[in-house]
């Protein structure tokens, strides 16, 4: 079993950064791939961003690519995301998730098993 809390969410004016971090409990937090989904008001929830159990490797949805950058410390069970560029469309309630497939490459909602409560983020123009 895992349990994931985000923090780092707030309100921010477009153009600006924010840096979100999960903090996950449980021994087998290496094995797992990270990921973070976000999901605006009326809208499906959406793939951001995925890392490997290693942190070697990851993906991007088109969307963010370039702006963000996904990461992890396995010696302190954390998973990050370095939002820079921030833009009004990014404004969405951002989830982490976990999965216990150590690679995760397309993002499907359904390959994650464990998820955290969200955290609000807010662009402004």
């Known amino acids: 079993q895992v349990q994931l809390v985000e923090s780092g969410g707030g309100l921010v004016q477009a153009g600006g950064s924010l840096r979100l971090s999960c903090a996950a409990s449980?021994?087998?937090?290496?094995?797992?791939?990270m990921g973070w989904f976000r999901q605006a008001p009326g809208k499906e929830r959406e793939f951001v961003a995925t890392?490997?159990?290693?942190?070697?490797?990851?993906y991007y949805a088109d969307a963010v690519k370039g702006r963000f950058t996904i990461s992890r410390d396995n010696a302190k069970n954390m998973a990050y995301l370095q939002m820079n560029s921030l833009k009004p469309e990014d404004t969405a309630v951002y989830y982490c998730?976990?999965?216990?497939?150590?690679?995760?490459?397309?993002?499907?909602?359904?390959?994650?098993?464990?998820w955290g409560q969200g955290t609000q983020v807010t662009v402004s123009s």
């Open positions: 449980g021994r087998t937090f290496s094995s797992y791939a």
């Open positions: 998730a976990a999965s216990k497939y150590g690679t995760v490459v397309d993002g499907t909602v359904s390959a994650f098993d464990y």
């Open positions: 890392i490997n159990w290693s942190g070697i490797r990851s």
